[in-house]
């Protein structure tokens, strides 16, 4: 077997030991979520409607309060929200040159501190789970200088109290270097929790189109995160709908189980983006609804196929 090979089966080894002696540790199905930031300007009715068709119970929001006076209202999200049964997740914390963590620029790094604070008030009104936090611009892979590290784990330290104070999880993600300077895998932004040395900062966000790059196997890199993984990204390789790829979800799926993602605030999470070096334009897109309904029933039908696959017994 190839190098890849072989980690994949020692997890798959370790995957089919647990079904057997534990197979009550895989009784609760994983919780699949979906992240709306991608859907551009459409409305929050649409998108619940979308997902309430697919039998998708949650949902990541798109963490769109660039000042006081915009983006979602708490009170009729959640009414919407409710009408469509769906549950807020966490939300997506976007974090651009304008408000930057790592910034040279005072005023940007003093406007990510004020942008944690409204999305982390907004996450506990709307009962979410988590925050997800970019230690640099997204769509900046070139770095200011070499002090961009200290300058984000200082900012971040400066506002880790709402996490505290909300009850909100904050959910560092790597990304990939072609999108941003700092922080591109789990072993970096496990570096940057222990150094931001903060009870609110504790937590990491995946995404595997990232991981598919930074890591040297996706499956273990899961593990190694361990319980510090509070929500998963997922997309193919292609950055596009499951199903529609080379991503080996099997994989992924088993490394989850064990360990023991199946369980109340944990969640994976559809964001197919495509695969531009910058998705943040698509926030503003205008959304077509066929691709997105294609995209959505495609990507939820064929992971609860994967996960059923894994799970059924002999």
């Known amino acids: 077997m190839q190098n890849y090979e072989q980690k994949s089966a020692k997890i798959k080894q370790m995957f089919q030991v647990l079904k057997q002696n534990h197979p009550e540790r895989l009784k609760k199905r994983l919780n699949l979520s979906w992240s709306n930031w991608g859907f551009g300007v459409e409305s929050l009715v649409e998108t619940a409607k979308r997902l309430n068709k697919n039998n998708i119970k949650y949902i990541e929001l798109h963490g769109n309060h660039y000042g006081p006076d915009l983006g979602y209202s708490p009170h009729e999200a959640n009414l919407i929200l409710q009408d469509w049964g769906i549950e ?11 408000n930057d963590l790592s910034s040279n620029i005072a005023i940007h790094r003093q406007a990510a501190i004020d942008y944690i604070r409204r999305e982390t008030e907004f996450t506990a009104a709307v009962r ?3 925050l997800l936090v970019v230690p640099a611009a997204v769509g900046r892979p070139q770095k200011y200088d070499d002090m961009e590290w200290t300058r984000s784990v200082e900012t971040l330290h400066n506002v880790a109290e709402e996490f505290c104070k909300w009850n909100i999880k904050a959910a560092i993600e790597p990304i990939r270097a072609a999108e941003t300077s700092l922080v591109h895998s789990i072993s970096d932004a496990q570096a940057y929790i222990k150094e931001v040395d903060h009870p609110g900062i504790q937590h990491i966000n995946g995404d595997i189109y990232h991981m598919q790059v930074e890591e040297s196997h996706i499956g273990e890199a899961i593990m190694q995160a361990g319980s ?16 529609n790829g080379h991503m080996d979800l099997d994989t992924i799926i088993m490394a989850l189980y064990l360990i023991g993602f ?31 309904d294609l995209l959505v029933s495609q990507t939820a039908t064929y992971f609860r196929e994967r996960e059923a696959k894994l799970l059924e017994t002999e």
């Open 128 to 130: 979410g789970q988590y």
């Open 228 to 243: 510090q993984l509070v929500n998963l990204h997922l997309a193919d390789s292609n950055r596009g709908a499951l199903g």
């Open 88 to 98: 807020v997740s966490g939300v997506c914390g976007m974090f651009s040159k304008e």
């Open 262 to 292: 199946n369980q109340e605030g944990r969640f994976v999470t559809p964001e197919p983006l495509g695969p531009g070096g910058d998705p943040y334009p698509a926030m503003y897109g205008r959304p077509n609804k066929e691709t997105l």
